[in-house]
């Protein structure tokens, strides 16, 4: 029989490609479900902080505490409908089809994840946590 050794076999140029690749996205990836966990939690003590606010300040008008919760509400809304559960789950096994679209879809997820830090950061400074 014809011996053949793993030599003349050879290691396919792409296969090493699509590995680093792969560690990349992985690695991104990852970072990207810490930032999202983290934001969660600072969502929910945020929302916590403002509802104790709203309450320590009876002095605002009934309409500008009633503005608020409701931006807060809404917001509170979005974000819950925002759930990268589903992406986490597909991502493991579509890696390997080596799909560079997973780099615009992190940037869009990070994006999108700014644009709540920034709401946040908005309705804090309606209820005056920020100066």
């Keep these: 029989g014809k011996r053949i050794s793993s030599v003349s076999k ?4 792409f296969d090493v490609v699509v ?16 930032n999202y966990e983290n ?7 945020f929302t916590t902080e403002v509802y ?3 309450e320590a300040r009876n ?11 409701e931006k807060l509400t809404k917001f509170k809304e979005s974000f ?3 759930s990268l559960d589903a992406t986490f789950e597909n991502i493991g096994h579509k890696f390997v ?8 879809k992190f940037q869009k997820i990070e994006e999108k994840l700014n644009k709540f830090e ?7 400074i309606r209820v005056g946590f920020y100066a």
């Design 10 to 13: 050879g290691i396919n140029p």
């Design 19 to 34: 590995m680093i690749q792969l560690e990349d996205h992985i690695k991104m990836f990852n970072e990207l479900k810490q």
């Design 39 to 45: 934001h969660k939690q600072h969502v929910k003590d």
């Design 52 to 54: 104790d606010k709203l």
């Design 59 to 69: 002095r605002r008008s009934v309409d500008d505490v009633g503005e608020i919760n």
């Design 80 to 82: 819950d409908k925002f």
């Design 97 to 104: 089809e080596y799909n560079d679209s997973y780099a615009d």
């Design 118 to 124: 920034e709401d946040l950061t908005e309705i804090g």
